[in-house]
């Protein structure tokens, strides 16, 4: 597979002391000096890099090389490496683990017996290259997954309900239908442990951005036949769960439903309690965690 990228528009980092992965980024690939940033260690300690590899402090481990996109002198923000690296002109799209080590409790690098290398890509910044749009939000996917949050919300809110478009709490409620809907067709069903308890908790961080956008009833579930429609075609799976899903996940925003409303008006007593400057008391959200936000 091809993307043709346009290759000025490419930059490479690699750890400072990674002479081969440089070599073969100019030498071999024909990336000019100027593009390929060498990174050291920069997080307090040996080893301790953007472009160091580690799952832990202990286990298989090695340096990196990351590919960058840049998306021009319209956005704000220096190339990797530097004091503006922050920004989000220079994106990174791609990622190469050189897996070399295995790193022992006392801090030893020992050489792998069959070293490879773990290759990530990410497919919706790409995307984002390749539609010629900034923002992941911005790629086609996502902005019918944002058309649906925003219709299911204003469904929940009532009769003339047009909640802001733009709103950041709608982009989290497109992500999170993604995840709860995939996780629900894998197997897990909302519960107070483990994957289940996780499963929950993001469910209903979505149902409170759905609150605070005014939703007041069930909302979330509409969004699964919308997902379905995007990306059945490569999940079947998906398919074949969706009644299940929207089920799951309608149960789930029922219950919280009942409860969400008394923790709210708790918080918000609360706050309007509160002198100014005053320190807000955690005994509050622990006597209705499963309301508050």
Not at 40 to 65: L, V
Not at 110 to 127: C, F, I, N, Q, Y
Not at 169 to 193: M, Q, Y
Request: charged share 25%.
């Amino acid at each position: 597979v091809h993307f043709k990228l346009p290759k000025d528009k490419l930059w490479a980092t690699v750890y400072a002391e990674d002479d081969e992965a440089y070599d073969i980024w100019h030498n071999d690939i024909g990336v000019p000096a100027e593009r390929i940033v060498r990174i050291g260690d920069n997080k307090g300690g040996r080893y301790m890099s953007d472009n160091f590899w580690m799952m832990g402090d202990t286990g298989p481990c090695g340096p990196c090389s990351e590919i960058f996109y840049d998306h021009g002198p319209g956005v704000a923000g220096g190339p990797p490496g530097s004091p503006e690296q922050d920004g989000d002109r220079y994106i990174e799209i791609w990622n190469n683990v050189f897996m070399q080590f295995n790193r022992t409790e006392d801090g030893v690098m020992h050489p792998l017996p069959k070293p490879s290398v773990d290759t990530g890509m990410g497919l919706e910044r790409l995307a984002a290259v390749l539609q010629h749009v900034h923002s992941n939000y911005e790629i086609d996917m996502f902005q019918r997954l944002l058309a649906a949050a925003k219709n299911a919300v204003d469904f929940a809110s009532g009769p003339g309900a047009d909640c802001d478009k733009d709103s950041p709490s709608l982009k989290v409620i497109a992500d999170h239908i993604r995840a709860c809907s995939f996780t629900v067709t894998d197997g897990v069903i909302p519960g107070n442990e483990g994957r289940g308890y996780v499963l929950r908790r993001i469910i209903r961080r979505a149902i409170r951005h759905g609150y605070k956008l005014g939703a007041r009833a069930a909302f979330f579930h509409r969004m699964v036949p919308d997902l379905v429609a995007q990306m059945g075609e490569a999940y079947p799976e998906l398919v074949k769960a969706q009644t299940r899903v929207m089920d799951i996940l309608r149960q789930e925003e029922e219950r919280f439903f009942e409860t969400i409303e008394h923790g709210m008006g708790i918080l918000e007593a609360a706050l309007k309690a509160l002198p100014a400057g005053g320190t807000f008391d955690g005994a509050i959200t622990s006597s209705c965690p499963d309301a508050l936000p």
